[in-house]
């Protein structure tokens, strides 16, 4: 079992940052792919970034158009946590944003590839 729990959303300015962290327990992730996926109202859930375990200390990321050379995903593996800098915020980055985390996932940008999922943190982007 893996908990969980991301931090860092808030409200801010269109053009400004914001670095989510995402907090697990119950084991390390060091070998696990993890996920940032985001939902805004009335809409599904998207993939936004995935950092997979290739071996060693190698990791792969993984980002949708949209947001590739804005945001970064990132894990610092002694804090067991994963973390998703955001700049250049737009409106449309408006969303709950999640963590989500899997031993070995069909396809880092599908929902139901993860098991383990957050609560999920308010992104809101002010024009």
């Known amino acids: 079992q893996v908990q969980l729990a991301e931090s860092g959303g808030g409200l801010v300015q269109a053009g400004g940052s914001l670095r989510l962290s995402c907090a697990a327990s119950?084991?390390?992730?060091?070998?696990?792919?993890m996920g940032w996926f985001r939902q805004a109202p009335g809409k599904e859930r998207e993939f936004v970034a995935a950092?997979?375990?290739?071996?060693?200390?190698?990791?792969?990321?993984y980002y949708r158009d949209s947001v590739k050379g804005r945001f970064t995903i990132s894990r610092d593996n002694a804090k067991n946590t994963v973390y998703l800098q955001m700049n250049s915020l737009k409106p449309e980055d408006t969303a709950v944003y999640y963590c989500?985390?899997?031993?070995?996932?069909?396809?880092?940008?599908?929902?139901?590839?993860?098991?383990?999922w957050g609560q999920g943190t308010q992104v809101t982007v002010s024009s």
């Open positions: 989500a985390c899997d031993s070995s996932p069909n396809s880092y940008d599908y929902t139901t590839s993860y098991v383990y």
């Open positions: 119950g084991r390390t992730i060091r070998d696990y792919t």
């Open positions: 950092s997979s375990w290739s071996g060693g200390t190698i990791y792969s990321r």
